[in-house]
């Protein structure tokens, strides 16, 4: 399996873990994570990016409509690994576990993240299930900073490194177009918090629409 590493994710972890409890964003992680496979098991007649647009409203919900919680909970809880491979000198590598439920609940949510999010989605079990935590995490900083551009600088360096430090990782174009998505959701929430993920997800397919 294909292992994106979500910078955002780490970064927004110890940037500001001094701000939000730890203990909340642990619960949110394991709310979030339930509500995935819930929501996959349970037959919603609903396509992915309407399934992420269910399982957005119930995390903000359990956060009492606390934006900022939510976007690093579904960041953390839309990883589908829990431990970065760090490659080093000589080559030595690191493993870094990340913030993460029981084993048994995480192959299960792995199993259960949505997939088919874009046109071009891969046709394998896998598909894009990277992408969410890519969106969740820059909608977390643009929510955070509004217009500095961390969010831009952070996933340029990310894509960049991934292939240079971290074992199986790959430069996307496509990441970094979700990137970009995501920081227009998180700023756009600053103003209209009724937004949704699919108003800014939807917008990858009119990308590479031609008229």
């Known amino acids: 399996m294909k292992k994106i590493f979500s910078g955002l994710s780490i970064i927004s972890v110890f940037f500001f873990c001094h701000a939000l409890k730890a203990q909340s964003i642990y619960e949110g992680i394991g709310y979030a994570s339930e509500t995935i496979i819930s929501l996959k098991s349970c037959g919603h007649k609903l396509n992915d990016v309407q399934l992420v647009d269910s399982l957005y409203s119930r995390v ?26 760090v490659r080093f000198l000589f080559g030595s590598r690191l493993i870094i576990p990340l913030p993460s439920p029981s084993d048994s609940i995480f192959n299960e949510r792995t199993a259960s993240l949505p997939s088919e999010l874009f046109y071009d989605s ?28 961390l969010s831009d600088f952070i996933g340029i360096f990310v894509e960049n490194i991934e292939q240079e430090l971290f ?24 103003s209209n918090k009724s937004l949704m993920p699919s108003d800014f997800l939807n917008f990858y397919h009119f990308l590479f629409m031609r008229f």
């Not at 934006?67 to 690994?81: D, G, H, N, W, Y």
């Not at 820059?138 to 955070?144: D, E, K, L, R």
């Not at 074992?167 to 600053?190: A, P, T």
């Open 60 to 85: 903000l919900n359990f956060y009492d409509g606390d934006v900022s919680e939510t976007m690093l909970a579904l960041t953390l809880a839309c990883l589908p690994f829990n431990k970065i491979n």
């Open 167 to 190: 074992v199986e990782g790959d430069y996307s174009f496509k990441d970094i177009l979700v990137n970009g998505l995501g920081k227009l959701y998180g700023y756009n929430l600053r």
């Open 122 to 149: 891969p046709e394998s079990e896998f598909g894009d299930k990277d992408k969410l935590s890519h969106f969740f995490g820059n909608a977390f900083i643009a929510y955070n900073f509004g217009r500095f551009n």
